[in-house]
């Protein structure tokens, strides 16, 4: 392809599924920089070249404001509005909040690949405005930022060429929210990482665990997944990093291990293929670790919206469950017990399919060969 194509990402501080999508694009164009509003190096420098990525003036604010970026909500459609793209001929955004509302000029194509439209402007208002505040004063700010977020929400998913889903639940909340329409294009499973084999697997030294991997955020409802292992008594192994990862570290029984989310993905499928099920609480707008985990031959254990009702089948590669609550994921390990025999490794494994790395980059590939010669065409 014989353009200059650049990348921008919304923070580059913790390692979910969204920075995994990014480093396919960063392999589909490795040419390219990658923009961000603010990028944490020591936790994601080893995946992310400080080299290759550009920050907005966000990241010379004071460490304990970047630490809090929520605090810095008000700045960030402005510091996303700044980013120069004068010299590409289009810009791929990698979008679950900022990202998609970048400005481009008549001549750059923009292409959006969206996790979600923002949980915290639209899903989550009332709680985002009520982790900012802290007396009355402040209580009338954070809905007024709120407010305001939403409507540059609004105006920036206008500005987009195109936009590409992660799944049909980001589709439809894309259409409900932004009244767009988008291709839906799911994320890649690194086929060749996370698959049967098992000669290429480390001993962790743990077996017949629950898994969970996961940002920790509010909305992940990691807090339920441990209040019931404790009340259970079950091995519960939790991996990842975020704001809750002190309250969690002090919620954990002695059934309950919390580790870094910065290991490797060979030591990462060790953990998968070691447990008896990934745990899934939380509504995910596709849940990468979920595919990651069936890869692996491991069935998951899932809350029933979202995207676990686009990749779980239940009965053949995992239990989909109703409620969010400690006594609906009881029940629901309960019955799971009873079952986990009726599950095969191999007819799990085989689920995950669709969601080849081949097929993901090809389709990406194609959609924006196809957009960019039609519009040099133009």
């Known amino acids: 392809m014989n353009k200059r194509i650049t990348l921008v990402h919304d923070f ?8 995994k999508v990014l480093t396919h694009f960063m392999d589909m164009f490795p040419e390219a920089s990658i923009y961000t509003l603010l990028y944490d190096e ?5 995946l992310f070249p400080k080299e290759k990525v550009i920050t907005s003036f966000l990241q010379e604010m004071p460490g304990f404001l970047k630490k809090r970026h929520k605090w810095l909500g008000v700045l960030m459609p402005s510091a996303t509005e700044h980013f120069d793209f004068r010299e590409y001929d289009a810009v791929l955004s990698s979008s679950a909040a900022f990202s998609k509302g970048i400005i481009v000029r008549p001549q750059t194509t923009h292409f959006c690949y ?22 009355k004063t402040s209580k009338l700010l954070a809905r007024l930022l709120a ?14 060429d195109y936009l590409i889903a992660n799944s049909q639940t980001t589709r439809k909340r894309i259409q409900k929210y932004w009244r767009r329409d988008a291709e839906v294009i799911y994320p890649p499973l690194e086929d060749s990482v996370f698959n049967l084999k098992k000669d290429d697997v480390p001993a962790i030294g743990e077996k017949d665990y629950f898994l969970m991997v996961s940002r920790l955020s509010p909305y992940k409802k990691v807090d339920v997944a441990v209040a019931v292992a404790n009340k259970m008594s079950i091995p519960l192994v939790v991996i990842g990093d975020g704001s809750e990862k002190k309250r969690l570290e ?3 029984g002695p059934t309950v291990k919390i580790i870094p989310e910065h290991i490797n993905n060979t030591i990462l499928k060790a ?8 745990i899934m609480p939380q509504e995910e707008d596709f849940g990468l670790a979920a595919v990651e985990a069936m890869g692996c031959g491991t069935p998951v254990i899932a809350y029933a919206r979202g995207g676990a009702t686009e990749t779980i089948r239940d009965g053949i590669n995992g239990q989909l469950f109703f409620g969010q609550g400690q006594e ?8 799971f017990l009873k079952r986990k025999e009726e599950y095969h490794p191999q007819e799990v494994s085989a689920s995950v399919a669709p969601y080849s790395e081949v097929l993901f980059r090809q389709r990406m590939l194609d959609l924006i060969e196809s957009k960019l010669t039609k519009t040099s065409h133009v």
């Open 42 to 46: 020591k936790k994601l420098g080893h």
């Open 12 to 19: 580059l501080l913790y390692h979910g599924g969204a920075e």
């Open 114 to 135: 969206v996790h979600s439209p923002a949980r915290f402007m639209w899903d989550y208002q009332v709680r985002y405005a009520g982790e900012l505040a802290m007396g």
């Open 250 to 252: 002090a919620l954990a």
């Open 271 to 278: 953990y998968y293929q070691n447990a008896r099920a990934l």
């Open 147 to 160: 407010h305001y977020l939403r409507i540059w929400d609004s105006a920036g998913a206008d500005r987009p």
């Open 328 to 335: 609906a994921l009881a029940h629901a390990l309960g019955i």
